[in-house]
């Protein structure tokens, strides 16, 4: 059988020289390819011919365009099916769902929108904000009102919303036992101390992914991170989307 899968032209390229040309040059560049189905075009991912099956499903598709608050948010819809289905994969363990960091807290909330979470706790982690002190790099929706913001987007009373620097802030609140992980610190001092206080807590068969392990802008990410989960016996699958994957062996 063959699929005649969706596409998705999406607008979240980072590091353009100019956009409109790049946005020309892609088109162009589609209109060659003879069976133009199963495009994806965003997120610095360009590629065709492929089943796009999250793009199927419509409680996936509902869940991102409720969640995602812009467009660039929503160009990360690959990213965004490898986290749920990460924590699908981790939903048959007896363990919590950590974030470092949440950000908004969309991916949470789409995660948290599709997979049952009311038998678990759900940590998520973030500074909230950004001065010129702080070495993370400052983004637009930083405000002293973001934590806030995250925290009415949450609900439940098992999402528990730390505000504060990882790893330093995990000493306030953090789970024991942990089925899915989701690193997105943009640094990697800050991914390589929450590995030390967390990962011993990931249980076999967790799964945790790393969203900047694959960018080559991120490289000391990449570079730390193979080092350290190889000096424990485990492999990063490195993904076209940009992250890492790792399942969690005994
Ligand atoms: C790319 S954003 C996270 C996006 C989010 N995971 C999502 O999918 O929507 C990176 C976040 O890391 C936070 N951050 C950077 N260094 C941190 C640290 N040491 N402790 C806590 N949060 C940190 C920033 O405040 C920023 O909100």
Redesign the pocket.
């Given at each position: 059988m063959k699929l005649l899968p969706p596409s998705f032209l999406g607008r979240a390229f980072f590091g353009l020289l100019d956009g409109d040309k790049f946005l020309a040059a892609r088109d162009a560049m589609l209109d060659q390819i003879q069976y133009r189905h199963g495009v994806f075009a965003s997120d610095n991912l360009i590629t065709w011919d492929k089943a796009l099956g999250f793009l199927r499903e419509d409680a996936f598709a509902h869940a991102v365009n409720k969640n995602t608050t812009t467009g660039l948010?929503r160009g990360t819809v690959w990213r965004l099916s490898t986290l749920v289905w990460a924590a699908r994969q981790a939903a048959h363990l007896d363990g919590d769902f950590v974030?470092?960091?949440?950000?908004?807290g969309?991916?949470a909330r789409t995660v948290a929108d599709l997979v049952d979470i009311s038998g678990r706790r759900y940590f998520l982690?973030?500074?909230?904000e950004?001065d010129e002190s702080m070495p993370?790099h400052a983004?637009a929706a930083?405000s002293a009102t973001l934590y806030d913001e995250v925290r009415a987007r949450f609900p439940e009373p098992n999402v528990i919303i730390t505000k504060?620097?990882?790893p330093d802030?995990l000493a306030q609140a953090a789970p024991e036992r942990i089925a899915f992980m989701?690193l997105?610190?943009?640094?990697a001092e800050?991914e390589i101390g929450a590995l030390e206080v967390l990962w011993d807590r990931i249980l076999p068969g967790g799964v945790l992914v790393l969203?900047d392990f694959g960018w080559a802008s991120y490289g000391k990410q990449h570079l730390a991170e193979t080092a350290w989960l190889g000096a424990r016996g485990h492999h990063i699958l490195e993904m076209p989307t940009g992250q890492g994957l790792v399942i969690k062996h005994a």
């Open positions: 948010e974030e470092c960091a949440c950000y908004r969309s991916s982690y973030d500074l909230f950004h993370h983004m930083h504060g620097r990882v802030s989701h997105d610190l943009n640094n800050a969203d």
